[in-house]
């Protein structure tokens, strides 16, 4: 995904925010070495998109040991996020701008990321209504995968691929809510889409899908509430984060999301943005400003430190991605692309380079 529609889908979903909130959300600075997308398989297997403002160019990078190093690979042009099923089989979206309008192209690598082959002669966009873009994607497998899309106000859509990305059907949802966010997916075929009051899920790789929302009592239904992150374990354990009115909030299940409950919520943290667990007992979220959520005890209590760098100058005070491991080894990626490295499970965090660092090598 391109800069330009990363940051066309922060402004709506600000602008939604702002509407809420009645705040401003203000420009803020860009890292002349810009992350785009963090992904991570495991505590080993992660990759990195990265757009080199000064030379002009993206670059991807892969770690097989968890983030102490990095290897420069060759990246498509125009490559954004990627997702991947196994440390050799993953999908990127390769942005192309046309006419006035950013378009996404699905390529598949069958080695890790060293090289990649186009899947369709068409963008995902073609299926969509003008102004929508796709702005995330999660595969259960090597064939089965969804995409969602937002645009200006309450306008998205939900994308399936059967067939490893070879084609792709726009789906027919249970809710004419459509304002997506974010998406989770797991190997044994189930899935969840989140939005705005609302969480979708199917358990029998997308034939069909049901709404997920009982946390709230039917008075209080229409407060609205951001749904942005999700975790979830094979148990059927899960996390989803996220906002309510100006308050972060953090909800959990036990089965698969057939029953909710709320463990976490503070207008200290005003909204939670990304959440990512390194084990069964282990798990962390952030958002705006320089929170860092944890549990320690498998989601039953969450305890907030203010542990994030402080933005400098113009930065922006969010963190829109996290990823941990058991080792101790962590990342939160700054809106603006500014990457943070923790050695220590968090207690510390440095701005991390990795151009910088891969070319030391």
Same mark, same amino acid.
């Given at each position: 995904?391109?800069?330009?529609?990363?940051?066309?889908s922060?402004?709506?979903?600000?602008?939604?925010?702002?509407?809420?909130?009645?705040?401003?959300v203000?420009?803020?600075?860009?890292n002349?070495?810009?992350?785009?997308?963090?992904f991570?398989?495991?505590?080993?297997?992660?990759w990195v998109?990265?757009?080199?403002h000064?030379?002009?160019?993206? &670059?991807? @990078?892969?770690? =097989? &040991?968890? /983030?102490?190093?990095?290897?420069?690979?060759n990246?498509?042009?125009?490559? #954004?996020q990627?997702? @991947?099923? !196994?440390?050799?089989?993953?999908?990127?979206l390769?942005?192309?701008?046309?006419?006035?309008?950013?378009?996404?192209?699905?390529?598949?690598?069958?080695d890790g990321?060293?090289?990649?082959?186009? *899947?369709? *002669?068409?963008?995902?966009?073609?299926?969509?209504?003008?102004?929508?873009?796709?702005? %995330?994607?999660a595969?259960?497998?090597?064939k089965? %995968?969804?995409?969602?899309?937002?645009?200006?106000?309450?306008?998205?859509?939900?994308l399936?691929?059967?067939?490893? #990305?070879?084609?792709?059907?726009?789906?027919?949802?249970?809710? !004419?809510?459509? =304002?997506y966010?974010?998406?989770?997916?797991?190997?044994t075929?189930?899935?969840?889409i989140?939005?705005?009051?609302?969480?979708?899920?199917?358990?029998?790789? %997308? $034939?069909?899908w049901?709404?997920?929302?009982?946390?709230?009592?039917?008075?209080?239904?229409?407060?609205?509430?951001?749904? +942005?992150?999700?975790?979830?374990?094979?148990d059927?354990?899960?996390?989803v984060?996220?906002?309510?009115?100006?308050?972060?909030?953090?909800?959990s *299940?036990?089965?698969?999301g057939r029953?909710?409950?709320?463990?976490y919520?503070?207008?200290?943290?005003?909204?939670?943005?990304?959440?990512?667990?390194?084990?069964?007992? =282990? #798990?962390?979220?952030v958002?705006?400003? +320089?929170?860092?959520?944890?549990?320690?005890? %498998?989601?039953? *209590?969450?305890?907030?430190?203010?542990?994030?760098?402080?933005? $400098?100058?113009?930065?922006?005070?969010?963190?829109? $991605?996290?990823?941990?491991? $058991?080792?101790?080894?962590?990342?939160?990626?700054?809106? /603006?692309? @500014?990457?943070?490295?923790?050695n220590?499970?968090?207690?510390?965090?440095?701005?991390? &380079?990795l151009?910088?660092?891969?070319?030391?090598?």
């Open positions: 995904m391109t800069l330009s529609v990363i940051l066309l922060l402004l709506a979903i600000s602008q939604s925010r702002a509407s809420r909130m009645r705040i401003e203000p420009a803020y600075a860009v002349p070495h810009e992350v785009d997308d963090v991570f398989l495991d505590s080993r297997h992660g998109v990265l757009e080199d000064k030379r002009n160019r993206r &670059d991807l @990078f892969r770690t =097989n &040991d968890g /983030g102490k190093t990095w290897t420069e690979l990246a498509p042009c125009g490559i #954004g990627t997702y @991947f099923v !196994d440390s050799q089989v993953g999908w990127a390769r942005g192309v701008k046309s006419r006035g309008r950013y378009y996404s192209y699905l390529l598949r690598s069958r990321g060293t090289t990649w082959q186009q *899947t369709t *002669t068409e963008p995902l966009e073609a299926k969509l209504s003008p102004g929508e873009f796709v702005v %995330g994607m595969y259960s497998d090597d089965v %995968g969804w995409f969602i899309s937002s645009g200006s106000g309450p306008a998205g859509s939900a399936i691929t059967r067939d490893g #990305g070879k084609s792709v059907q726009v789906l027919q949802m249970p809710t !004419d809510e459509r =304002n966010l974010g998406i989770f997916a797991l190997p075929g189930r899935a969840w989140l939005g705005s009051n609302d969480i979708l899920a199917t358990d029998d790789s %997308g $034939k069909t049901e709404q997920q929302f009982d946390w709230i009592e039917p008075p209080y239904k229409s407060i609205q509430t951001l749904l +942005e992150s999700a975790y979830f374990f094979p059927g354990h899960g996390w984060v996220g906002q309510e009115i100006d308050e972060g909030i953090i909800i *299940t036990s089965n698969f029953h909710w409950k709320q463990v919520k503070s207008r200290n943290v005003p909204d939670l943005q990304s959440v990512y667990f390194s084990d069964e007992d =282990n #798990g962390c979220a958002g705006l400003q +320089e929170s860092l959520v944890c549990t320690r005890d %498998g989601g039953s *209590t969450w305890a907030n430190r203010k542990v994030l760098p402080l933005p $400098k100058r113009t930065q922006a005070n969010f963190f829109i $991605k996290i990823v941990m491991s $058991k080792s101790g080894r962590g990342f939160v990626l700054r809106a /603006g692309g @500014f990457l943070y490295e923790t220590d499970g968090g207690q510390t965090w440095h701005e991390f &380079d151009l910088a660092a891969a070319l030391k090598k």
